[in-house]
């Protein structure tokens, strides 16, 4: 997948960005389940275009009903109602990107590759960021190679 395109919010209006960060370009890899979900995402806005009176045609990848950019207030309060209504933990847009990060180091993604991923410029930062998933990590680390030099 290549990302290319942002929106950011100026108050309440949305502005087209370059990102971030110089890393915010990139390409990344998608596993096989995440594609089937996209590829449903976009069979779903094919629906909506039809189903829309007025249609605002764009190429991201999710859209208001109406289509369009949804305002990252409005998706974050999306995201928590959708997230309580079927029982999990109130989540937010931004929560998202922390989850993602959070589930790629505790899984053993190298933090260069996790940083990369999310488009950070700086992957001392984001280790930083995220150091609190390193006290699993640090024992986990130490039972592999206990295991590899013991067992």
């Known amino acids: 997948m290549h990302v290319v395109d942002f929106v950011s919010a100026l108050g309440y209006d949305l502005v087209s960005s370059s990102g971030k960060s110089r890393d915010a370009v990139r390409s990344i890899e998608l596993d096989n ?31 208001r009903l109406s289509g369009g950019p949804y305002h ?40 260069k590759v996790a940083a ?15 150091s609190h998933v390193t006290p699993t990590m640090q024992r986990e680390a130490a039972d592999k190679i206990g295991a590899a030099l013991f067992d």
């Open 116 to 130: 990369e991923r999310l488009g950070h410029a700086d992957a001392t930062l984001f280790s930083n960021l995220y």
């Open 33 to 63: 389940g995440l594609v089937r979900v996209l590829r449903s995402q976009r069979k779903l806005q094919a629906q909506e275009r039809l189903a829309a009176q007025d249609y605002a045609e764009s190429d991201y990848v999710f859209t």
């Open 72 to 111: 990252p207030a409005n998706l974050s309060k999306l995201l928590g109602r959708m997230t309580t209504e079927v029982k999990l933990p109130r989540l937010t847009a931004h929560g998202l990107r922390h989850t993602t990060a959070t589930l790629m180091l505790a899984n053993g993604v190298p933090p």
